[in-house]
């Protein structure tokens, strides 16, 4: 139900509390836990973390994405929007789309791979040196030997250079959303 009244207190503190909620886990996540992790933790115990962490981050990321563009839609009606209150509409709705996919597509994939990776390395006696980019000889030479490691590595780069593409335009957004609705406190 649209309305073109002026949202109460407790819907604007609600909007704002989810974009700053999905703004910091994206900037957690994506940036401080990873460094800290891949510095102190050995390689298979960091892929354990990030394949539980990263679908829940995911997935409650999408459920922000959604509640946001929802509650600045019920307040915006499409009758009532002057062009950068639908530019506003649009940059939640793609935020809402890529998450999604992300979540249910790229982040998923990528989990399943690396546990496949993970039982292959085990099996060779790797996965438990200190920080992704040690002992990359080793991890080298076990692509040239074993094709299934090859095809499953040359994947998972795929799908995490698309989950972090994903991950980048769903931050530009939410910048762009906290930027304007700084501009817009007032009116939300």
């Known amino acids: 139900m ?8 407790t819907v604007k503190l609600l909007q704002l509390v989810l974009l700053s909620s999905y703004w910091g886990m994206q900037i957690w996540v994506t940036f401080i836990s990873s460094f ?3 510095n102190h933790l050995n390689r298979h115990t960091y892929g354990f973390i990030q394949s539980r962490l990263v679908p829940f981050y995911l997935h409650l990321g999408s459920a922000c994405a959604f509640f946001n563009l929802t509650i600045y839609a ?3 009606p499409s009758d009532l929007l002057d062009e950068r209150e639908a530019f506003q509409i649009f940059i939640l709705f793609v935020s809402v789309t890529v998450s999604a996919v992300n979540a249910q597509w790229f ?3 990528t989990s399943e791979i ?3 990776m993970h039982l292959i390395e ?3 006696g790797l996965g438990q040196d200190i920080g992704l980019s040690s002992n990359r000889e080793a991890y080298a030479k076990l692509c040239e030997t074993d094709v299934k490691y090859r095809h499953l590595s040359s994947r998972l780069w795929l799908y995490r250079l698309l989950s972090s593409l994903c991950n980048l335009c769903c931050i530009g957004c939410n910048f762009y959303s906290l930027c304007y609705m700084a501009e817009n406190l007032s009116k939300l």
């Open 122 to 124: 085990q099996a060779c």
């Open 36 to 38: 800290v992790m891949d």
């Open 114 to 116: 690396m546990a496949d």
């Open 2 to 9: 649209s309305t073109d009244t002026e949202p109460t207190v």
């Open 107 to 109: 982040g998923q994939m």
């Open 74 to 76: 019920v307040y915006h």
